[in-house]
């Protein structure tokens, strides 16, 4: 059996930067035809000549003949100026700001400490038409790690949306039935992202015969319940809802360590791994406007007018691959997925 739809796009991805962005990059280029760029580096990208040096850069890894288009985000922090915000929109190359609460997950620390004093800035986004993706958690060491996402909404992120009538908000990485009924409630112009792991694995994979470091992410798996609304709101055909993986490479030192790092490798077979959820729901029929028609409609940017195929035959996800002076593990490594990407850049 076969699956082919408009190519994808990727609207949450992290490339990482040098050695091993010919790994990153050539897995998302070949599933995806654009990808929102994630600027949380250890240098953040946080001014408009950064993102555009990181946009070279990622581009000069893509293998001959691939074509692949980054779009690029700025790293908000309690600094960023209204001139950076009208350099990064006139620049052409910069689509969106990340917010990161300061110290909520990887790279963090120079996020935002108090995001409801950030009205000027989110000002001046509507202004120059930036979107805001939001890391939607509290970084409150009272509040329960798997309430987190939940407490974020109600306390922060509902005001942002009630004082920022006309400011495009992405909320990433969705997780939780919360985070699903504020999206949908807060109409079109609010979109959230699914990634693949949330919409397959609840919290118990974590632990499923000890403790399995490759599938801690943030914001970390949730209950069964939670999946469920994930799985529901990816594949009723509800436009505020789009694909944005979060892959999110480690090597594998840093993640199988008295400290693990947080973030899930998928990008290896991410529309496989969607494909492989959107089945298990017996939704295939909604895989296609999921991934490649509300991110780019919600964006404002044209659909892709390539296609890709999804081929129904089984293959092996290796048990690694190289990663700088390290490996990364792949979910599902070792295991066998029984969807794989034939090819891409099909014109229509
Ligand atoms: O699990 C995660 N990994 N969540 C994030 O928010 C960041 C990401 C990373 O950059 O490693
Ligand atoms: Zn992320």
Same mark, same amino acid.
């Given at each position: 059996m076969e699956l082919t739809l408009t190519t994808p796009d990727d609207w949450h991805l992290h490339l990482?930067?040098?050695?091993?962005?010919?790994?990153?990059?050539?897995?998302?280029?070949?599933?995806?035809?654009?990808?929102?760029?994630?600027?949380?580096?250890s240098l953040p990208i946080a001014t408009t000549e950064l993102a555009l040096a990181?946009?070279?850069?990622i581009l000069a890894a893509l293998e001959p003949g691939r074509r692949f288009s980054p779009l690029m985000t700025l790293y908000l922090t309690d600094r960023t100026t209204p001139e950076e915000l009208y350099r990064a929109a006139d620049s052409g190359a910069v689509f969106a700001c990340k917010l990161y609460p300061a110290g909520a997950t990887t790279n963090s620390e120079a996020g935002i400490?108090?995001?409801?004093?950030?009205?000027?800035v989110f000002e001046t986004m509507t202004q120059a038409g930036l979107a805001l993706l939001v890391h939607g958690e509290v970084t409150d060491?009272?509040?329960?790690?798997?309430?987190?996402?939940?407490?974020?909404?109600?306390?922060?992120?509902?005001?942002?949306?009630?004082?920022h009538p006309k400011l495009k908000i992405v909320l990433e990485h969705v997780t939780t039935r919360h985070g699903v009924d504020f999206v949908r409630a807060a109409g079109p112009r609010v979109g959230g992202t699914l990634t693949a792991h949330h919409l397959l694995?609840?919290?118990?994979?974590?632990?499923?015969?000890g403790l399995n470091p490759h599938l801690y992410c943030l914001p970390v798996l949730k209950r069964e319940e939670h999946r469920r609304a994930l799985?529901?709101?990816?594949?009723?055909?509800?436009?505020?809802?789009?694909?944005?993986?979060?892959?999110a490479p480690h090597g594998k030192d840093r993640k199988e360590?008295?400290?693990?790092?947080?973030?899930?490798?998928? *990008?290896?077979?991410?529309?496989? $791994?969607? %494909?492989? &959820?959107?089945?298990? *729901?017996?939704?295939?029929?909604? $895989?296609? %406007?999921? &991934?490649s028609h509300f991110g780019p409609d919600f964006y404002g940017l044209p659909r892709n007018t390539t296609t890709t195929t999804l081929v129904q035959r089984d293959w092996e996800i290796p048990q690694g691959y190289e990663y700088g002076n390290s490996t990364v593990v792949p979910l599902e490594a070792g295991k066998?997925?029984?969807?794989s990407v034939d090819s891409t850049g099909t014109a229509i």
């Open positions: 990482r930067d040098d050695e091993v962005l010919p790994l990153t990059v050539n897995h998302a280029a070949n599933r995806f035809a654009r990808a929102i760029i994630m600027p949380n580096l990181y946009r070279d850069r400490t108090d995001p409801e004093r950030l009205d000027a060491p009272e509040v329960d790690v798997f309430d987190r996402e939940a407490v974020f909404i109600e306390r922060t992120l509902q005001p942002i949306v009630e004082r694995y609840n919290r118990n994979e974590i632990f499923r015969g799985v529901e709101a990816a594949t009723r055909g509800d436009p505020s809802f789009f694909l944005g993986t979060d892959s360590s008295g400290c693990g790092c947080a973030g899930i490798y998928t *990008a290896h077979a991410a529309l496989e $791994l969607y %494909a492989t &959820a959107f089945e298990q *729901a017996g939704s295939l029929d909604r $895989l296609e %406007a999921f &991934a066998v997925l029984r969807w």
